[in-house]
C-alpha cells in the first residue's frame, strides 16, 4: 500500500499482550514479540464495515467502528496468545475470555452502577437516581482503570499502547517509520479508544437523565439500548475534535486524552519496534525497510 494513500483518520488500532496491532478499513496487521525475541507478523482483512451504506450514516457509523474493532482486536488477541504460549487450537480460551470480560463489563458499568444508585437513594428515581448512577459509573471506571497499574502485565501492555499511538503519529505526521520518529511523538493520541470510553460516559450523564424513570430492569435495558446512539454522538464528536475544526468536541476530548495517561506508558524501543513492524507491515512500500528495526522478523499467519 503507497504511504500517501491513506486519509488522515483511516489508522488506528490496539495493543496486545507483548504487541501491537494495527487497521485500516481495509486490512490490519499485529506483530507480537516472542519469547525468543524475534517478531512475529499476521493479520487479515478488515470486515469492510466502511464501505457499506451503514458507514455513509454519520450516528452509525461510530457503532459499526466498535463492532469492527471488538472483531478485529479478537482475533489479534488470538493471534498473540498463540505466539507466546501454547497453541489454543479452537481459540476457546481467548473466546471465553472474551465472553468473561463482556459479562464484567455489564455488571460494572450497566448493572452495578443502576443498582447501586437506586439502593443509595432509596429507589427515588427520575434525574437525581439517574445522574447518580452517570456519577457512580464514571467513578468505577476510574477506579478499574487504576487497580490495573497493580499488574505487571497490564503495565507492559499500556507500555505497548504508548508505542501504537507513538509510531501512528509518527507516520501521520511524517510517513516514515523509524525509531527516531517515533521517539519523538507523544504516547497520547486523540483518536484512542479509551478517549471514546470517556466521552460515552460523559454524554452519560447527560442522556440518561433526560429518559423516563422506570423499574431496574427496564432502565438496563434502555442503558444498553442507548449505548450505541451514543457511541456514535461521542465518535463523530472525536472525528471533529481530532480534524481541528471544532473547538467544542476538541475540549469534550481532552479529559480522554488526560486519562491515557492512565491507559498508556512510555514505551521503550522494544515495544516500539514491534510498534513499528505492525505499522510496515501495513503501509510499508515492497522492497524498502524502516530505518533503525533491527529484530529479526516471521510471517507467521495472514488470515
Not at 495517561?261 to 522494544?270: A, I, Q, V
Request: proline share 5%; charged share 20%; net charge positive.
Amino acid at each position: 500500500m503507497e504511504g500517501g494513500a491513506l486519509a488522515p483518520q483511516s489508522l488506528g488500532g490496539q495493543a496486545v499482550v507483548e504487541g501491537v496491532m494495527v487497521r485500516t478499513p481495509e486490512a490490519w496487521r499485529v506483530a507480537v514479540r516472542r519469547p525468543g525475541g524475534e517478531i512475529a507478523i499476521g493479520g487479515g482483512r478488515s470486515l469492510g464495515l466502511s464501505r457499506t451504506a451503514l458507514y455513509r450514516l454519520p450516528l452509525a457509523r461510530g457503532f459499526a467502528v466498535v463492532v469492527e474493532t471488538l472483531v478485529i482486536g479478537g482475533r489479534a488477541l488470538k493471534f498473540s496468545a498463540s505466539q507466546l504460549g501454547p497453541i489454543d487450537p479452537g481459540g476457546r480460551g481467548v473466546a471465553l475470555a472474551f465472553v468473561l470480560a463482556a459479562l464484567l463489563t455489564l455488571f460494572l458499568f450497566v448493572l452495578l452502577p443502576a443498582a447501586g444508585a437506586r439502593l443509595v437513594l432509596g429507589g427515588v428515581g427520575g434525574v437525581r437516581e439517574a445522574l447518580a448512577e452517570g456519577v457512580l459509573r464514571v467513578a468505577l471506571f476510574l477506579g478499574y482503570l487504576s487497580s490495573l497499574w497493580l499488574s505487571p502485565e497490564m503495565r507492559r501492555v499500556f507500555a505497548y499502547h504508548g508505542a501504537e499511538h507513538k509510531a501512528i503519529a509518527a507516520w501521520e505526521r511524517t510517513r516514515r517509520v523509524g525509531l527516531e520518529d517515533a521517539r519523538a511523538e507523544s504516547r497520547l493520541h486523540w483518536r484512542c479508544g479509551t478517549s471514546l470510553v470517556f466521552m460515552v460516559l460523559v454524554l452519560a450523564l447527560f442522556f440518561f437523565p433526560l429518559l423516563p424513570a422506570g423499574g431496574l430492569w427496564s432502565r438496563l435495558i434502555t442503558r444498553l439500548l442507548g449505548l450505541p446512539l451514543l457511541a456514535g454522538v461521542a465518535y463523530e464528536a472525536m472525528r471533529l475534535g481530532a480534524g481541528g475544526s471544532s473547538r467544542l468536541p476538541t475540549l469534550l476530548g481532552l479529559p480522554g486524552i488526560w486519562l491515557q495517561r492512565l491507559t498508556t506508558r512510555e514505551p521503550g524501543d522494544e515495544e516500539l519496534e514491534v510498534a513499528l513492524r505492525a505499522l510496515w507491515a501495513l503501509v510499508g512500500r515492497e522492497g524498502e525497510e524502516p530505518e533503525g528495526l533491527s529484530s529479526p522478523v516471521v510471517w507467521a499467519v495472514v488470515n
